[in-house]
Structures are given as C-alpha cells and as structure tokens.
C-alpha cells in the first residue's frame, strides 16, 4: 500500500511541475545496470562546451510587477564560470556581471545594484547550467519513467528530472526540505539526439517572499571560440 501511495504521489508531483514546495520521496530505485545510464540522462541538459544563450526574458518581480527585458548568458562549463548582460529591450545595458572565481559587477543601473540581485541571478544561471559538484548523487526513475537524480551536499539537495520527450526539471532544496529554485526546460520540438541541446523555453521560478519569475524564450545560442573569460 505504501508503494502504492508513494506512486501515485510521484505522479501528482510531476504533472503539476513546480507547483510542489516541499522535497518529494527519494526516487523510486533503478537496477544498478541501469544507474549510469539514468545519470546520464541527467547530466545531458547541461552544456560540455563554452557557449553563449540570447534569452528574451519576462520577469515577473515580487508583488507582481512585469518587466520585459533581453538576457545575453556567456557560460563556461570547465572553470564554471560566466558573463551576465541584461539589456532593455531598447538596447541599454542594465546588468553585465561576471562570476570567474568571484563575482564582479561591471554595471548595473536603478533596481539592479542590488547585490542581492547579482547573487541571485548569477545563481539561478549557476544551477540551470551547471551541474551540482558536490554531494552523492543517486539515480532512479518518477512513476512515469522520467529520469531522476538527486544530489546531496550539505547545504543543498539538487533534483534534476528529464522526461522522456526531453523536457526537464531542476529543483533546489534547503535541508530542510523548502524547496528554494524550481528552473523548468520545455522543448518545442524533442531532442533527435543525446547531446546538449537548449531548450526552447526556460522558467525560473524562486521561492519566498521575495520570490520571482522569469520565462525566457531562446532568440539564438552558438557555442564561444574560447575555453575561459579573458
């Protein structure tokens, strides 16, 4: 019966995306045949090579203020380091931030010189395109066979969960169990193979009272000529 319960809960949970706020049952356990496999599938949604993302993006802020502006995301996945640009969409630079070991503001103009901003942002970009680094990772399935990896570290738990028509999931948990950042991956067309391929649509949703939502819509991505930040 508890089998049973813990099923249908995981089912629930992922045909409502992020609606859910609190850390979900363990995965429900693979074959060891098959862990490397599940791990793998993880680890596809994010880039192996420097690449840059051009994002239009729709913020929704706390109290539910809209703004429109266009994200220009230069990542590098080997030092894990990254260039942030937010424009308008007239064109006038906002934010340019860089995280190469330390964060570095370059500019930021009215309501993004908040520090707890660059933290932020730089953040939620840290946790779509980099995988977490610290921790044990297990691997298993959802009731509908998506693919789900979770790692523990010790003062986060990542959930990464990628659906059999490529559409993903990354959830961010405190220990104790709130979930903090929920960025979904949808696809217009699925994947037609196993490597790296951004998805059409991102949502990023952050948790709180001063929680936020940005659904970013891909304009273009190439990959970058360079291993590093110069």
Known sequence: MRTILKQIALLLLFTTGCAH?????????????????????CRQIYPDNPRQFVHAID????????????????????????????????????????????????KAIGPF??????????????LTYFPARQGACRAGVTAL????????????????????NGNWQIDLYAPTGRRLR??????????????????????????GL???RLEMRLLSTDTLDKDTIE
């Open 210 to 212: 001063t929680g936020y």
């Open 59 to 106: 913020i929704t802020a706390p109290g539910g203020t809209k703004s429109a502006l266009i994200g220009i995301t230069n990542v590098f996945p080997a030092p894990r380091s990254i260039h942030c640009v937010l424009m308008s969409v007239e064109g006038l630079v906002l934010f340019e931030a860089i995280d190469h070991n330390e964060l570095i503001i370059k």
């Open 182 to 207: 929920c960025i979904r991956g949808e696809y217009i067309h699925p994947p037609l193979s196993e490597n790296f391929h951004p998805p059409d649509q991102l949502t990023v949703s952050a948790a």
């Open 21 to 41: 706020y609190n850390l979900p049952p363990d995965p429900l356990a693979v074959p060891p045949a098959m862990q490397h496999g599940v791990l793998a599938a």
């Open 145 to 164: 066979a998506s693919a789900w990896c979770r790692c523990r570290a010790l003062e986060t738990i990542t959930d990464v969960i990628r659906q059999t």
């Open 113 to 126: 010189q908040s520090t707890a901003f660059a933290n932020a942002i730089m953040a939620d970009i840290t």
